[in-house]
């Protein structure tokens, strides 16, 4: 993709509009002129001409920037879709590792978190259960006394 620098273009444009205000001042100070019949091959040749010129140039640089956004805006348009589809893929992996961690069937290292997980949930539970054993008793010790 040839692509030139934002400071190209602003010099081209400055140089448009420069030549466009030459090119009408020139033809609005020529025209009364030619309306009087003095040397109309003249004007013909010189304003009209410098005029006809400048906004050729003008719609020719219009149609090359529309190009080239439409090609750019087709480029992007096929990048941001393949980055989407490695997001759904990306997406679409991890619920499946997750998926395979909850039933246990995941690689050695989602073993290990698995094994982590299921050891913290027994360790918990003895807690509370030793807990619950420890407070029944002391308060079948207050009642019995």
Known sequence: MNLSKPQDHKKKLNLLKFRWKRATKNYISE???YKMGFDPQRFRAGP??????TAGDIELYKAQLTGT????????TKI???INKLKKQYKNEKIKLTTQLGANNASDPFKTDKYNENSKSYIFASYYTISLLTLTFFIYKQIKQ
């Not at 009209?48 to 010129?53: P, S, W």
């Not at 956004?69 to 992007?76: A, T």
Request: charged share 20%; proline share 5%; glycine share 0%.
């Open 69 to 76: 956004i439409n090609n750019l805006n087709k480029h992007l």
């Open 31 to 33: 025209y009364p002129k």
């Open 80 to 82: 941001d879709n393949e």
């Open 48 to 53: 009209l001409a410098n005029i006809t010129q």
